[in-house]
Every structure is written in structure tokens, then in C-alpha cells.
């Protein structure tokens, strides 16, 4: 799967029961994109709103995320703090381009 | 948001330090303990907390810190919002990661997010992760993780 940065509306930082690490990444997330018509919610993995654009989840979730939200993109992440991959999507969103997930 | 007042979540007696755990699973009965304490958590939410970090993944976040919580299935063990703080200065082996702070959480809505956001932003700065790492009495530990915009002026 994979998306036009422009095209993205709506971020979704997704894990287990939505109160803990996605509330953190989801932050820092909203943060960074402060400005940009990008909405970033966080959710628990088995609630995934339909209107997601791209969801960022952990990489132990990823399957379950794939499961719940077939055909858009997810991003696996590892690290709460600098992740390579979220900051891929981050990039993309600033500067242009696809993201692939 | 900004009206959100961190002694509802997180009190003094919330906090702990100096606390010492053999591994990560007696740190996290430690932190569930303090939610039950707190009368914010039924005692099958200390369980599920384990579950969590053992069967869905850790909650290491980075700089020594780890905020267990429950899992999706044990939120109707909630009784109230709340968060909890406890220090291990020498350090607890967290499935490969070393940690020496856990927040705990319990939350059915949003009124935390605001102190997870503060989290976030001191962990992404070394001094100030390192202090809050290093707080010495709950006072400077409550006073770190204060969102900025309702900190007192």
C-alpha cells in the first residue's frame, strides 16, 4: 500500500488498548505537524476509525492493525523516541512524497 | 486541555522512589499497586498490566522509562483516571531495556494526555530527562511532568 503525503488528512497512532504509547507518539506526532491540515488521533489497534489515512502502530501490533484496516497504509514503528520510520512519514508530510506502509 | 490539573491524576502519594525490583515483572506489581492504593484500579488490572508487557509488547518508551497500563479488555477495571510514578535508581532489566522510571497508567479517557504529551517532550531532551530520572523528592518529579500550559506562572 501507499499514499500521496498530500493526500493525507488523518493519522492514526494505534496500539493495544490506546492509552499509554500511542498517546505518546501521537503528541509528538501532532506536535511536528502543528500547522498542517493533518489530523493525528490515537486509537486502540481493534478501533480504527475507517477515515485513517495512514496508521502508525508498533510492530508487534502490525499484524493486528493490517487485519483491522485493510487497505491503507500502516507504518510499524519500534522506537517511541526518533524512529527512523515514523520519521520517514514525517519527512514525506513536510516535504512531499508517498508513504509506504 | 490546558486546564487540566495533574494532582487529579498523579498525587504526591502516587510517587515512590528509590524503589528497588528484582525484574520487570515485581516493578510493574509494584506500579499496579500504587493504582490499586489510589482506589483508581480493581486488582485483575495489575494482572492485565503484566499481560500487556509480557504478551502484546513492552512499554519502554525510551531514556529508562517505561509506562505500563492495562490492556483494552481491562479498562472496565478503571474505577478512575490515574497516573502513578515510581523510581528504581539502580535500574530494572524491562526485556533487554534498562529502566529506572515507570509511569503507570490507568485511563478510559483523555484527561492524561496532556501529561503523556509533557512526557514525550522531556524525553526528547537529554538534561531534562535526566533530571526527571534523577528527581529527588516526588515534588520536582510531579513539577517536571506538569504540562506546560497549566504550570503555574
Known amino acids: 500500500m501507499s499514499i500521496d503525503a498530500s493526500e493525507v488528512r488523518k493519522i492514526v497512532v494505534a496500539c493495544d ?5 500511542s498517546v505518546m507518539l501521537a503528541s509528538t506526532v501532532r506536535k511536528r505537524l502543528k ?3 493533518v489530523e493525528v488521533a490515537h486509537t486502540p489497534v481493534d478501533h ?3 477515515d485513517a489515512d495512514v496508521v502508525l ?5 502490525v499484524e493486528r492493525a493490517r487485519r483491522k484496516a485493510p487497505g ?3 507504518v510499524p514503528f519500534q522506537l517511541f523516541i526518533g524512529d527512523p520510520a515514523v520519521e520517514k512519514v514525517l519527512k514525506a508530510l513536510e516535504q512531499g512524497g508517498t508513504i509506504d506502509g | 486541555m490546558a486546564d487540566v490539573v495533574i494532582g487529579e491524576l498523579l498525587s504526591p502519594s502516587s510517587v515512590r522512589l528509590g524503589q528497588v525490583a528484582p525484574d520487570w515483572e515485581a516493578a510493574v506489581r509494584q506500579v499496579g499497586g500504587l493504582l490499586v492504593d489510589a482506589g483508581a484500579v480493581e486488582d485483575g488490572y495489575v494482572d492485565a498490566m503484566v499481560e500487556r508487557e509480557r504478551d502484546v509488547a513492552p512499554t519502554f518508551v525510551g531514556e529508562g522509562v517505561a509506562i505500563p497500563h492495562g490492556t483494552l479488555a481491562s479498562r472496565s477495571l478503571i474505577r478512575r483516571d490515574a497516573l502513578c510514578a515510581v523510581q528504581f535508581p539502580a ?6 531495556d534498562r529502566v529506572v522510571l515507570c509511569i503507570g497508567i490507568a485511563a ?3 484527561l492524561h494526555v496532556p501529561v503523556l504529551a509533557q512526557l514525550a517532550e522531556l524525553l526528547m531532551e537529554p538534561d531534562r530527562a535526566e533530571a526527571l530520572r534523577r528527581a529527588g523528592t516526588a515534588e520536582q518529579l510531579l513539577a517536571l511532568l506538569t504540562p506546560e500550559e497549566s504550570a503555574p506562572t
Open chain 1, 17 to 21: 488498548a490506546g492509552m499509554g504509547s
Open chain 1, 35 to 37: 500547522g498542517r491540515d
Open chain 1, 48 to 50: 480504527i476509525p475507517d
Open chain 1, 57 to 61: 502502530c508498533h510492530l508487534g501490533l
Open chain 1, 72 to 74: 491503507r497504509v500502516v
Open chain 2, 91 to 96: 535500574g530494572v532489566d524491562w526485556q533487554g
Open chain 2, 108 to 110: 478510559r479517557g483523555d
